[in-house]
């Protein structure tokens, strides 16, 4: 009897530690694309409408979105955490450094969460409002399409100290980038892909400054160009914009790789992915073949809203995302 009680234990004490060794894949387990089919069948309708609205509005805004989910996962997980408002009590994500000032489009989740909230009160959580958008604004700008996963819940606290180390900041080497998206579990090919995300949306003067002044592994041409609107003193039009993309700014394509290849990227760490290092090849392969870009994006968009998602009981599904319950 008694050597069947210390098997027993040793046996529960063995699926314990496997459960516990095995806990991230757990948890994205629990994640599926029907999540909400019963709970709240209009929720991906829902949150279309409003961004193709907003991206109507404004193109720009559609890489806005893309942006503040890729910041959101790749701090602590994607739990909705920079979607937190900073108070006299609280200090979230949105003035760590790869954030203030730059960091925008919460205005459109808060508006979708507004709309989710009256068809279907309690329900959807603001981690996956931003990951259904975040899909959507690919697609509003001609992207591919892909079934988003769900069942996240938000979470309660935000990390700024984690925020301004963990994203990838623009001044990055291949080095760096491989290493920033290997910590969170993504691959060499997927950091290329995600990166493509880059064929949309702009960037401030601030970010690039140093590559159109001080680098020579860019077109000249097109350096002369950025420095009309970007002068060489530090403060001075630091908040001007330019397209990340100089072909197609408003299209979700392949030309941010031809880009790459013709020494047009615009940050220091875009043309890192194209200056005689590892990733090369798959830059030049993404460059002529748009279906394996478009294929290994939405491969990587998946397996980034894997990161460490808050279910189960975990967490909360907040009333409105600027502030916790």
Not at 293 to 312: E, R, V, Y
């Amino acid at each position: 009897m008694a050597s069947n009680q210390v098997i027993a234990a040793t046996l529960v004490i063995f699926f314990t530690l496997l459960l516990q060794g095995n806990n991230n894949n757990v948890v994205e387990a629990q994640l599926t694309t029907n999540f909400y089919s019963t709970s709240c069948p209009n929720v991906l309708s829902t949150v279309q409408s409003a961004v193709r609205s907003a991206v109507k509005s404004e193109a720009r805004m559609g890489a806005s979105i893309l942006r503040l989910f890729f910041h959101d996962c790749f701090v602590n997980g994607c739990d909705g955490s920079i979607l937190l408002d900073d108070t006299s009590s609280f200090t979230g994500e949105q003035n760590a450094a790869p954030n203030r000032n730059s960091a925008r489009g919460f205005n459109v989740i808060d508006n979708i969460k507004s709309a989710v909230e009256k068809a279907c009160p309690g329900v959807v959580s603001c981690a996956d409002i931003l990951a259904i958008a975040a899909r959507d604004s690919v697609v509003a700008l001609g992207g591919p399409n892909w079934n988003v996963k769900v069942g996240r819940r938000d979470a309660r606290t935000a990390s700024q100290a984690a925020a301004n180390s963990n994203i990838p900041p623009p001044t990055s080497s291949l080095s760096q980038l491989i290493s920033s998206f290997s910590a969170v579990g993504l691959s060499t090919r997927d950091m290329v892909a995600l990166s493509g995300a880059h064929t949309i949306g702009q960037a401030a003067c601030r970010t690039f400054r140093p590559r159109i002044y001080n680098e020579t592994n860019i077109n000249a041409a097109f350096a002369t160009t950025r420095q009309r609107t970007c002068p060489r003193a530090t403060g001075s039009g630091d908040g001007n914009l330019a397209p990340l993309d100089v072909a197609t700014p408003a299209s979700f394509d392949n030309n941010y790789f031809k880009n790459l290849m013709t020494q047009k990227g615009l940050l220091h760490s875009d043309q890192e992915l194209f200056n005689g290092g590892s990733t090369d090849s798959i830059v030049r392969g993404y460059s002529t073949n748009p279906r394996s870009f478009n294929s290994d994006f939405t491969a990587a968009m998946i397996k980034m809203g894997d990161i460490s998602p808050l279910t189960g009981s975990s967490g909360e599904i907040r009333k409105v995302c600027g502030t916790t319950n």
